[in-house]
């Protein structure tokens, strides 16, 4: 699931798409996918799933006025 929410800190106006989901989904996402950080992630939640753990993965990241404009509020537009 993703949506879009706008933010407004000391009257400057951003938004933030914030995306949630099966983190086998969410790594997909990802931009930098041959970070170590991408491996820990995988790592975590791989050892929390093995144990019996439901896992949810979230992910963000920031938009410009102009992508948010230009952006037609379709989710694939922003999940890239």
């Avoid at 933030?16 to 996918?33: F, N, Y």
């Avoid at 820990?40 to 920031?62: F, N």
Wanted: glycine share 6%; with cysteine; charged share 35%.
């Amino acid at each position: 699931m993703t949506t879009i929410a706008e933010t407004s800190f000391d009257g400057e106006k951003e938004w933030k798409v914030l995306t949630k989901g099966a983190p086998e989904v969410i790594v997909k996402l990802l931009k930098d996918q041959d970070s170590e950080r991408v491996s820990e992630y995988e790592e975590c939640y791989k050892h929390l799933s093995e144990g019996g753990m439901r896992v949810l993965a979230l992910a963000s990241r920031s938009l410009s006025l102009l992508e948010y404009q230009e952006g037609k509020a379709s989710r694939e537009n922003y999940e890239q």
